[in-house]
Structure formats: C-alpha cells, structure tokens
C-alpha cells in the first residue's frame, strides 16, 4: 500500500449537495491526521485537522477509522468556493517530522 | 501579514545555474520545513530545522541541495547545478510543536 492514497477525480458536484471523498494511509502508528486544501496555483492551507476519531468544522466534517486506516472527509451544503484540490496528510514517522501527503482529490462544484 | 513569506515568488534560471530561494517562517514558530511539489502531486517533503538545527532530510535531497537557517529565524534553500528535473514549486511551512504546518505561497523555480 502507498503511504497516502487518495482517489484524484475530479468530483464533480452540484452546487448545495454533500460529498465524501477518502483517504487511506499505510503507517499504523500515525496518531494525527491532517486534511489541507489547496487552490489552483497556490499553497496548501490547514483545513482540519484529526487527533482522535473525528473533527467537525461547520460544514466539514472529518473521520478516522484506525482499523481500516482510513480517514474521511464530508462537505456539507457544497459551495462554489469549496472548489479545490484537498491533500490528506500523515506524520511522516519513523521519528520523522515532516508530513506525507496524498496527491489530492480535486473537486469541482457545479452551479 | 504574519503568515510565512518566501521570496523569489517565481525564479526562471538556465541548466546550470545556482539559484538560492528563503524563507520566513511565522516569528513565534521553532520548526521550519521545505516541501517540492510538481504538477499534480501533493508536496513531498525535503528537509527540516528545528531552530537552527537540521534535524532531517529526504532522500529525494541530492548533494546538490543545501539548507540552512543559521540565526534559527529565516532560512535558505540554494540548489547548484540546477537541472531542469529541478524545475517545481518549492514550499517552506513552518510550525511550533504541533503537527499543524503553515505554508508560504512558494518559490515557483523553471530551469530552461
């Protein structure tokens, strides 16, 4: 398994309607997770982030599932704005600090 | 704006050359990273200060690489011999104890 896998899409959404993508990490030692967004062109911003088995943000919500080693993230009420790539991000570890990111699953919300 | 800043934003060199890029993390943050990210991938991560102290880096680091942060405040990341393999967007984060990594908007590097 790779460390993070994402699917890349893109998603392709309505305007007001909800979306789940997932992500799987292969470190079964990893104790936080992290979703970041990042637009077109730009640096990556902290969207969430998960330390135990979930994190809800308003209209994010976010989901660990340690035993299948996978986290979730859900966009409630979908916007125009919330169209993005969003990275998943593991603790490198090993000792390590840096992070390891997934490629990104790309969404693209419809009017 | 207190948010980690690099400076150049976009630096087009020939095959060759040296190019140096910096980095200012968020004042009150001790630990410092530098990412690379190429067209439809996530950012991979190169090296990591804590303070001054470059406690790790990547493989994916050639000899050709080097980094710095000497007063553990700003820090440098020169690239010599630059190939056009090098070309990509480098990004510096920077954190205090968490996890939680804050990015600068990149240094957008073209070797031609």
């Known amino acids: 398994r790779k460390e993070v896998e994402q699917d890349p899409g893109p998603f392709n959404v309505p305007e007001g309607a909800t979306v789940a993508f997932n992500c799987t990490y292969s470190?079964?030692?990893?104790?936080?997770f992290f979703w970041y967004r990042q637009d077109c062109r730009k640096e990556p911003k902290l969207l969430m982030s998960?330390?135990?088995s979930g994190n809800e943000d308003g209209r994010f919500t976010a989901q660990l599932n340690r035993a299948s080693q996978y986290i979730s993230l859900l966009i409630r009420d979908s916007k125009l704005s919330d169209s993005a790539t969003y990275l998943c991000?593991?603790?490198?570890?090993?000792?390590?600090?840096?992070?390891?990111f997934g490629k990104g699953t790309h969404l693209i919300i419809q009017p | 704006d207190t948010g980690v800043s690099q400076d150049p934003r976009h630096k087009i060199t020939k095959r060759g050359q040296n190019v140096t890029f910096r980095c200012d993390p968020i004042?009150?943050?001790?630990?410092l990273y530098w990412y690379r990210q190429t067209l439809g991938q996530g950012p991979e991560f190169l090296t990591y200060?804590?303070?001054?102290?470059?406690?790790?880096k990547s493989r994916l680091l050639s000899d050709r690489f080097s980094a710095e942060r000497p007063k553990g405040s700003f820090s440098t990341l020169e690239i010599q011999r630059t190939e056009q393999g090098d070309s990509a967007m480098y990004l510096c984060?920077?954190?205090?104890?968490?996890?939680?990594?804050?990015f600068g908007p990149g240094t957008r590097l073209t070797v031609t």
């Open positions: 984060a920077s954190s205090s104890m968490s996890y939680e990594q804050y």
């Open positions: 470190n079964s030692a990893s104790q936080s």
């Open positions: 998960v330390y135990s």
């Open positions: 991000v593991v603790p490198s570890g090993g000792g390590a600090d840096g992070l390891t």
């Open positions: 004042s009150e943050h001790n630990r």
């Open positions: 200060f804590q303070n001054e102290a470059q406690l790790e």
